[in-house]
């Protein structure tokens, strides 16, 4: 294994940029060839002959299947927290368990900050590798890094020159939940520039911005000067009836709060190693936002398309475009989270 600059890389094994354009997997997968992707986010999905569960079901499709979504219809069956399905090819699938996904390939970095670089998934998902003593890489079993994930590469890695690397463009990914290193494509991973990180709205104090979850409504809104400025859909947490006092409840604390840190990637679990929500296991969670010292959050969701329902384990889910919204919006913003003195969003939950 070796770390290596892009540039050796191209000229040690006499290939142009072109022949990294896409993995062999993209061009063989004609699912792949349209705008409008979606992710099968569920063990199953059923396809139906009409947009209602009460219509035939044609047959079904599975996790990580690759859907053409060719219409979004909002059925009058509904249901009525989420009446949105799309059409796709034999019938009509409920949006609930479909991730919107795209399938955008990046250049490859040439170095990399020694803190690493943040990254996120523009793909609807790439395999996780590791490499073993004896230097042989393999894949990590259901180990899959999804689309609008974030993590923290920090070198490039040449793959083995024999199928299937093929010699290709890896990053090192480091997991410090885990305390383990994997790699995946390079070309997978975009680069978050830090404008993409430049606070929101830092003109207007921060003690005249707060947010409001209304749990009936599964709605966040944020406010300014006590005006409303932005509405979302959000997924709160289920109510369930644990015993074990080691484990905190799943349902999302009312009350006053406050955004207490933030971070733009967290590997939130038990530290399987099988991402899976009902393990538990979520590597890469973008764009958190902690208002409780329990662990409760406010954080991108990239394992359901059901906002508008209760979710989560108790923190508060959202879309991934709407959480870094939310993540850049409030305080303390990321330069100030270690200053005592920095000013802290409200956060009020009812």
């Known amino acids: 294994m070796s770390v290596f600059s892009r540039r050796e890389f191209l000229k040690s094994f006499g290939v142009g940029l072109a022949g990294l354009a896409l993995p062999k997997s993209f ?8 705008p409008r992707l ?8 059923s396809v139906y002959s009409e947009p209602s569960d ?20 909002v059925s009058e069956d509904g249901p009525g927290y989420n009446p949105v399905w799309h059409r796709v090819w034999g019938g009509y699938v409920h949006s609930a368990f479909v991730q919107p996904v795209e399938n955008r390939l990046n250049p490859i970095l040439e170095e990399f900050p020694s803190v690493g670089q943040l990254m996120e998934v523009s793909v609807p998902y790439t395999q996780a590798y590791r490499i073993r003593q004896n230097g042989k890489w393999e894949e990590l079993e259901r180990y899959r890094l999804f689309y609008t994930s974030t993590h923290w590469a920090f070198a490039l890695v040449q793959a083995p020159m024999e199928a299937p690397f093929y010699g290709e463009a890896f990053y090192r990914v480091d997991n410090g939940l885990l305390n383990l290193s994997y790699y995946v494509k390079a070309i997978h991973l975009r680069k978050v520039d830090a404008s993409e990180l ?15 979850i209304n749990i009936d409504f599964q709605s966040l809104r944020a406010f300014e000067y006590g005006e409303q400025v932005k509405d979302f859909y959000v997924s ?15 349902a999302t604390p009312k009350g006053s709060h406050q955004i207490i840190s933030k971070r733009p990637s967290v590997h939130m679990g038990d530290g399987s190693l099988i991402p899976d929500v009902d393990k538990f296991a979520l590597p890469g969670v973008p764009w958190v936002s902690y208002f409780s010292t329990s662990g409760y959050a406010i954080h991108g969701t990239y394992w359901h398309n059901n906002f508008g329902h209760v979710m989560s384990k108790g923190c508060i889910n959202m879309r991934s475009q ?29």
């Open 54 to 73: 009460q219509s035939v079901i044609r047959f079904q499709r599975f996790r990580d299947d690759i859907l053409h979504l060719y219409q979004d219809v």
């Open 236 to 250: 709160t947490g289920i109510i369930s009836d644990r015993k074990n006092p080691d484990l905190l409840p799943t």
């Open 322 to 350: 709407d959480a870094k919204w939310i993540y850049r919006w409030c305080s303390p913003y990321p330069q100030e989270i270690n200053e005592n003195n920095a000013y802290r969003t409200k956060v009020r939950v009812y």
């Open 198 to 212: 430049a606070p929101i709205h830092p003109e207007v104090d921060a003690k005249d911005k707060h947010i409001e």
């Open 38 to 45: 979606g992710r099968v986010a569920s063990e199953s999905l």
């Open 27 to 34: 061009y063989s997968n004609p699912r792949l060839s349209i």
